[in-house]
C-alpha cells in the first residue's frame, strides 16, 4: 500500500530546506503593494519566481514518473487523465491530486514563496482547494479552451478561490503559454463549455462586447519556477505547443480559510463529502498559510 501524503499537513522531504531564514524570511516573497493593485485591477499578476532549480528539476523528475499511469500510488489521483484532449491528434495531460501521490509536489503546497503571496492575494489565511497538472507534450500539445475556473467550483462558496499556476518549462507564445483576457475578472459567471476541445467555444455564452476583448488576449510568457496568480472569474486558456519541447505547469488552486461545501456529494472525486455550509478541513483541505 502506498503512503497517501495527504495525512502530513506538513513538509515531508528536504524540498524546502534552502528556503530563506533569518530577521525577516518572508520579506523576499511579499508582492508590493503595486503587485496587489495590478491584481486588483486586472484579475491576474504574473512572473512569481516560486522555484529554485533544483526545485524546478525535482518535480520534473516526479513528475516524469507520474506519466506513466503504472506508477505506484495511481489510486489516490481524483481525476487522471493521460490525454484529455478532445482533438484525436493532440495530447493534453491533466490531473488533481499530485500532492498525494509526490512528495515534492506536496511540500510545494507549503512553500511560502507561494503560500504569502496568496494570502495577500486572497486577504486572509490560505486553505487548500485542489492541486492539478497541465503538461502539453513536444510537438502535439492540446489546448485548453478559454474558461473560468469557478465555474468548476460553485460546489464551494463563497467565491474567494485563487489559482497559481507555476511553469515547469519556459512557457511562451509558441509553445502554449497561459493567456489571460485582462479585466474578465469584473465579468459575469459563465457556464461551462468545454475545457480541452474547441479554444473558442465560449464565445457561445459572452456577449459580442465580451467576444470583441478576446482580439486582445495577454500572453504570459514566463520563465521555468515562474508563477502566475488569477483571480476565479478570470477567463484564460493555452493553445496548442507544437514546438520541439514540452510545456508543463502544477497549478495549485486555494480558497480563503472558511470557505464552504455547497454539495451533498464529495467535493473530489474518491473522498467523503463535506455536508453542505460546513467549512473545508481535514485531510484532503489543509490550512497552508495562517494569516
Ligand atoms: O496550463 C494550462 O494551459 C491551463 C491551466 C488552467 O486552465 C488553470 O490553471 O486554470
Not at 533544483?54 to 500510488?73: F, M, N, T, V, Y
Not at 484532449?85 to 510545494?108: C, E, I, K, T, Y
Not at 511553469?167 to 507564445?173: K, P, R, V
Request: aromatic share 10%.
Amino acid at each position: 500500500m502506498t503512503h497517501d501524503f495527504s495525512t502530513d499537513h506538513q513538509p515531508v522531504s528536504t524540498f524546502l530546506s534552502r528556503d530563506p531564514h533569518g530577521e525577516d524570511p518572508d520579506a523576499a516573497f511579499r508582492l508590493s503593494d503595486e503587485q496587489i493593485a495590478f491584481f486588483h485591477e486586472n484579475g491576474y499578476v504574473s512572473g512569481i519566481r516560486i522555484l529554485s532549480d533544483d526545485q524546478i528539476e525535482q518535480l520534473r523528475s516526479e513528475l516524469s514518473a507520474l506519466l506513466d499511469p503504472q506508477h505506484d500510488g495511481r489510486e489516490l489521483w481524483h481525476e487522471y487523465h493521460s490525454n484529455e484532449s478532445a482533438d484525436p491528434n493532440r495530447v493534453l495531460f491533466h490531473a488533481l491530486g499530485a500532492w498525494r501521490v509526490s512528495p515534492g509536489f506536496h511540500d510545494l503546497l507549503w512553500h511560502r514563496a507561494f503560500g504569502i503571496p496568496a494570502s495577500q492575494l486572497l486577504g486572509g489565511s490560505v486553505r487548500f482547494w485542489h492541486d492539478q497538472l497541465f503538461c502539453k507534450p513536444a510537438e502535439h500539445g492540446g489546448v485548453v479552451a478559454w474558461h473560468q475556473d469557478y465555474s468548476y467550483w460553485t460546489r464551494t462558496q463563497p467565491m474567494a478561490h485563487l489559482t497559481c499556476w507555476i511553469g515547469l518549462d519556459d512557457a511562451t507564445s509558441r509553445n502554449g503559454c497561459l493567456q489571460y483576457i485582462p479585466g474578465s475578472h469584473q465579468w459575469n459567471l459563465l457556464p461551462i463549455t468545454g475545457l480541452a476541445g474547441d479554444m473558442n467555444a465560449i464565445q457561445e455564452a459572452l456577449s459580442p462586447e465580451q467576444w470583441e476583448r478576446f482580439q486582445h488576449p495577454v500572453a504570459i510568457e514566463l520563465k521555468a519556477g515562474e508563477a502566475s496568480f488569477h483571480h476565479p472569474l478570470m477567463v484564460h486558456g493555452s493553445y496548442e505547443n507544437s514546438t520541439s519541447s514540452p510545456r508543463r505547469a502544477a497549478v495549485i488552486n486555494v480558497i480563503r480559510d472558511g470557505v464552504t461545501s455547497a454539495s451533498v456529494d464529495p467535493l473530489l472525486q474518491g473522498i467523503p463529502a463535506v455536508p453542505p455550509g460546513q467549512p473545508l478541513g481535514g485531510q484532503f483541505f489543509p490550512l497552508l498559510h495562517n494569516a
